[in-house]
């Protein structure tokens, strides 16, 4: 399967996740940035509120390419604690690590969401949301990350992605929702026509449509609702 865009990508995996249309405890997040263009379509088609939920890896000094942990949404700090001892990072090295990607991470959410507060999990069924799946690290430290916020459930959605990783992945959460899982897998690119970057006022635009969207929507349904109970 190959998909013409983020856009197409989204439109798809929303027709996987039909079952979810509706639900008032529905929260759809993602991964930014490639995973807002994909997430819309989904909170779109299913009616349901939209937000990122960043994730920052935390590199080990001198090798930044190795992760030691990550900090995600809401300041939560996983630490892979095999890798720290293994290079013998001591608490004030990687306080320091995390400190500077919180703020990165602060300054992201910022430049994304503006003033608007980030949307509750706990207890809702989450729908967390990339354009594909490379070697999975960030899908994971985000699904660690979400677990500590108590949601009720939790789904992935991606539209493509290794097996091997779905394979992880799936363990991890209530469901996996992955349309392709080609091999040889390549690269997450590889399987979309445009995989043009996706800019930051493109998430801050797809957010505040999202957002009026679902305003207008959970208004109309007030009104409905009180148009019935008028007559009855």
Same mark, same amino acid.
């Given at each position: 399967? /190959?998909?013409? !865009?983020? /856009?197409?990508?989204?439109?798809?995996?929303?027709?996987?996740?039909?079952? $979810?249309?509706?639900?008032?405890?529905?929260?759809?997040?993602?991964?930014?940035?490639?995973?807002?263009?994909?997430?819309? #379509?989904?909170?779109?088609?299913?009616?349901?509120? +939209?937000?990122?939920?960043?994730?920052?890896?935390?590199? &080990?000094?001198?090798?930044?390419?190795?992760?030691?942990?990550?900090?995600?949404?809401?300041?939560?700090? /996983?630490?892979?604690?095999?890798?720290?001892?293994?290079?013998?990072? !001591?608490?004030? @090295? +990687?306080?320091?690590?995390?400190? @500077?990607?919180?703020? #990165?991470?602060?300054?992201?959410?910022?430049?994304?969401?503006?003033?608007?507060?980030?949307?509750?999990?706990?207890?809702?069924?989450?729908?967390?949301? !990339?354009?594909?799946?490379?070697?999975?690290?960030?899908?994971?430290?985000?699904?660690?990350?979400?677990?500590?916020?108590?949601?009720?459930?939790?789904?992935?959605?991606?539209?493509?992605?290794?097996?091997?990783?779905?394979?992880? /992945?799936?363990?991890?959460?209530?469901?996996? &929702?992955?349309?392709?899982?080609?091999?040889?897998?390549?690269?997450?690119?590889?399987?979309?026509?445009?995989?043009?970057?996706?800019?930051?006022? #493109?998430?801050?635009?797809?957010?505040? @449509?999202?957002?009026?969207?679902?305003?207008?929507?959970?208004?109309? #349904?007030?009104?409905?609702?009180?148009? $019935?109970?008028?007559?009855?």
């Amino acid at each position: 399967m /190959i998909f013409k !865009d983020r /856009i197409d990508a989204g439109k798809q995996l929303a027709k996987a996740l039909v079952q $979810y249309a509706n639900q008032a405890d529905l929260v759809v997040l993602a991964l930014p940035r490639g995973g807002v263009p994909v997430a819309y #379509e989904i909170a779109e088609a299913l009616n349901a509120s +939209l937000d990122v939920f960043v994730v920052r890896k935390l590199g &080990v000094p001198t090798h930044e390419e190795l992760a030691m942990g990550a900090i995600a949404s809401r300041g939560t700090l /996983i630490v892979n604690r095999n890798v720290v001892e293994a290079f013998g990072i !001591d608490e004030s @090295r +990687l306080e320091q690590v995390a400190q @500077r990607e919180l703020m #990165e991470l602060t300054r992201r959410e910022k430049a994304y969401r503006g003033e608007r507060e980030p949307l509750a999990v706990k207890g809702k069924k989450v729908i967390l949301v !990339d354009d594909g799946l490379a070697t999975g690290a960030s899908m994971r430290a985000a699904i660690a990350a979400l677990k500590t916020l108590s949601p009720a459930s939790l789904i992935v959605a991606v539209p493509t992605g290794p097996r091997d990783v779905c394979r992880k /992945i799936e363990g991890e959460v209530d469901e996996l &929702v992955c349309l392709t899982q080609p091999e040889p897998y390549e690269s997450v690119g590889t399987w979309y026509v445009d995989f043009s970057q996706t800019d930051d006022d #493109e998430v801050r635009e797809l957010l505040s @449509r999202a957002e009026m969207r679902f305003m207008r929507s959970r208004h109309a #349904e007030t009104e409905k609702g009180t148009s $019935y109970e008028h007559v009855f």
